[in-house]
């Protein structure tokens, strides 16, 4: 089982920029997937990114162009770099490795 710790969420104005990353611990993430995921307030949990192990990455249509996730192995940590932010990625962004594991989430915030 792996460990995961999401960082870097906060508050920030729309059109700004923030890194969150997702630390691992107790597995390699580099051998299995990793996505981010996010949970607005009275919405389901949803698809943002992905990195294989292969180093395949996927978007949601609605951050493509926006979001970038990267990987790196020697720390372990898969981050995700939001630029031009709207208030409607205000969510809490949860890291999920392999389909199974999951971090406890980071808010973040996007209001003027």
């Known amino acids: 089982q792996v460990q995961l710790v999401e ?3 906060g508050l920030v104005q729309p059109g700004g920029s ?4 997702c630390a ?3 597995r390699i993430l580099s051998i299995g997937h990793t996505g981010w995921y996010r949970q607005a307030p009275g919405k389901e949990r949803e698809f ?9 990455i996927n978007y949601a249509d609605s951050v493509k162009g926006r979001f970038t996730i990267s990987r790196d192995n020697a720390k372990n940590t898969v981050y995700l770099q939001m630029n031009s932010l709207k208030p409607e990625d205000t969510a ?8 199974t ?3 406890q989430g980071t808010q973040v915030t ?3």
Do not use: E, H, M, P
């Open 7 to 9: 960082s870097g969420g």
């Open 18 to 21: 923030l890194r969150l990353s």
């Open 24 to 26: 691992g611990s107790g």
């Open 48 to 56: 943002v990114a992905r990195i294989t192990s292969g180093g395949q």
């Open 92 to 99: 809490v962004y949860y890291c999920n490795f392999a389909g």
């Open 101 to 103: 594991d999951w971090g």
């Open 110 to 112: 996007v209001s003027s």
